[in-house]
Structure formats: structure tokens, C-alpha cells
């Protein structure tokens, strides 16, 4: 009994699935580093905010200040409050970019071991 040469994959098509699936580890890597990376800097940005906050809502601070020289300057605190809200913006739009990495890669991983499955079909018997 010899194989007929169909029931061996095509090299193209051992060749497509090889880059599909490169493609999809990247893809997949790409989204999880932007993920780890971007929730880090996210969470930096949240605690300074927080802390800015504090500070513009704290009384004592609007007191002291005037009386040490330096006037209170609640629009440069506003600024720096406003700055970190965009950063932090920024972030979560890495995160979602990040997360759609991950989704496509799963995507392609599904579809590369669909196509694997495809090509490993037994051949059937004719007769």
C-alpha cells in the first residue's frame, strides 16, 4: 500500500500554518507585554492622581501655603490633575490595545490548530 499524495500536507500549506502560527505567538506575546506594562504605569498614574487629589481637597494646605511665600496655585494643580487623567487614558488604551493582541493571537492559534486537525485527517478507504 502506498500513501497517495494527498494525504500529505501541501509544503504551502505547511508553510502558511508555520507563519500563521509565528504570527499568532507574536501577536499574543505583543498583547501580554502591553498589558503587564501598561496596567503598571496605569496603576502609578492612579496613585498620583489620588495623591493630587489629597492635596487639592486638603484645607490646611490652602491655609499654609500663602503664609510660606508661595502663593497656592490651584490652576497649575488642575493642570498636573488634568496631565495625569490623560496619562492615564493613554494606558487604558494600551490595555485595550493589548487585550485585542491577545484576542487576535487566541484567534489565530484557534485557527492554526483547525487547520492542523484538517491536515491530519485519516484517508478513508475507498471500496
Do not use: W
Not at 105 to 125: D, F, H, N, Q, Y
Request: charge should be positive; glycine fraction near 8%; aromatic fraction near 4%.
Amino acid at each position: 500500500m502506498s500513501t497517495s499524495p494527498s494525504s500529505k500536507p501541501h509544503p504551502a500549506k505547511n508553510r502558511t500554518l508555520q507563519t500563521l502560527l509565528g504570527v499568532a505567538l507574536v501577536c499574543v506575546a505583543l498583547g501580554i507585554g502591553n498589558i503587564i506594562f501598561a496596567q503598571f504605569k496605569y496603576n502609578q498614574y492612579s496613585d498620583l492622581l489620588s495623591e493630587a487629589n489629597a492635596e487639592l481637597a486638603r484645607p490646611e494646605s490652602a491655609v499654609s501655603l500663602p503664609l510660606m511665600g508661595s502663593p497656592l496655585n490651584i490652576d497649575k494643580q488642575t493642570q498636573h490633575i488634568t496631565r495625569l487623567k490623560v496619562r492615564m487614558d493613554f494606558y487604558s488604551l494600551v490595555i485595550l490595545g493589548g487585550q485585542t493582541l491577545v484576542a487576535l493571537g487566541g484567534i489565530g492559534l484557534a485557527a492554526c490548530l483547525l487547520i492542523g486537525r484538517k491536515s491530519e485527517e485519516p484517508p478513508t478507504l475507498a471500496g
